[in-house]
């Protein structure tokens, strides 16, 4: 069963930094891309950041400068270094990644990590 688990989210003040994980279990995890998106109450889903199985990487506007996102694939493990944090970045943080099953594609979640900037 192909299961992604984050960490690392909590409280921190304006300016602070988090770095979060995104662990992976059940997969070839070097061969898989990862997609951070987060999410605050009654608001649509946003694109955070993205690391490809070759390591390119990809922001949103928003993230671009602050965020960064690597991989330790020896760790099945994705990181999103986050620098400079704004109260605009509070919300729950979720990683994501998308299978092939041999008939069809399936997006696959974690659970979600709270992250709140506030002083």
């Known amino acids: 069963q192909v299961q992604l688990v984050e960490s690392g989210g909590g409280l921190v003040q304006p300016g602070g930094s988090l770095r979060l994980s995104c662990t992976g279990s059940?997969?070839?995890?070097?061969?898989?891309?990862i997609v951070w998106h987060r999410q605050i109450p009654g608001k649509a889903r946003e694109f955070v950041a993205h690391?490809?199985?070759?390591?390119?990487?990809k922001y949103a506007d928003s993230t671009e400068g602050r965020f960064t996102i690597s991989r330790d694939n020896a760790k099945s493990t994705v990181y999103l270094q986050m620098n400079s944090l704004k109260p605009e970045d509070t919300a729950t943080y979720y990683c994501?990644?998308?299978?092939?099953?041999?008939?069809?594609?399936?997006?696959?979640w974690g659970q979600g990590t709270q992250v709140t900037v506030s002083s």
């Open positions: 690391i490809t199985s070759e390591r390119n990487t």
């Open positions: 059940g997969l070839p995890f070097s061969e898989y891309g």
């Open positions: 994501m990644t998308r299978v092939y099953s041999g008939t069809a594609y399936t997006d696959i």
